[in-house]
């Protein structure tokens, strides 16, 4: 895998056609950690950690940790696209934010819910998200395939309260000391200059 700092930029971005917030939908492992990422980024307004890929009746934790939903962990960022693209964000995200190489696994975890999958919101974000795929592919970026899914987004589900800005609420946990932290170093480390000022 190439480092960070040489990950290529998405060369298919083009700019959304209506002016305003725009709402990317991305699965990747745990959303704690996908979410303490994108918090970072300058121009992304709010993350809400939720559920994608399954029905409502069953779209809460405890459920989804089964494995037998369909749901996937997924974040929805908000975000302003004058100052940050869609193509940015899945260049964090392929970079930083999770292994794309994995199949229903995110390092220790180990399921459907932590597949890595993109939801595109509409038809632009659906071409997007391929285009880049295949870009990453072509240019060799991974060692191994990646098995990230592009699918319709049907439907994202909120997750519980106590789910929201996990990472920042419980810094000192083990897990987020050794898995979410870990990412966050990295992003700022090889991508300084697209932080929040508060966040540099």
Request: proline share 6%; charged share 30%.
């Amino acid at each position: 895998m190439v480092s960070p700092e040489q990950f290529p930029k998405a060369d298919f971005d083009p700019a959304p056609a209506a002016s305003g917030e725009r709402v990317a939908t991305l699965a990747g492992g745990c959303f704690w950690c996908v979410e303490a990422v994108y918090r970072q980024l300058d121009g992304v307004l709010d993350v809400a950690n939720g559920y994608a890929g399954g029905t409502e009746k069953t779209a809460d934790y405890r459920t989804v940790s089964t494995g037998r939903t369909g749901h996937a962990e997924a974040v929805q960022v908000r975000y302003d696209p004058a100052k940050v693209s869609y193509g940015d964000l899945l260049r964090i995200f392929f970079s930083i934010a999770h292994d794309p190489t994995t199949k229903d696994r995110q390092g220790a975890d180990v399921g459907p819910q932590y597949r890595s999958e993109i939801f595109a919101g509409d038809p632009a974000e659906r071409e997007v998200a391929e285009r880049y795929i295949k870009q990453l592919d072509t240019a060799k970026v991974f060692d191994e395939p990646i098995v990230t899914v592009v699918s319709d987004l049907e439907k994202f589900y909120r997750a519980e309260d106590y789910h929201q800005d996990y990472a920042a609420k419980h810094a000192n946990e083990p897990y987020i000391q050794f898995v979410a932290a870990p990412k966050v170093a990295k992003l700022k480390k090889y991508f300084g200059d697209r932080l929040r000022t508060a966040a540099r």
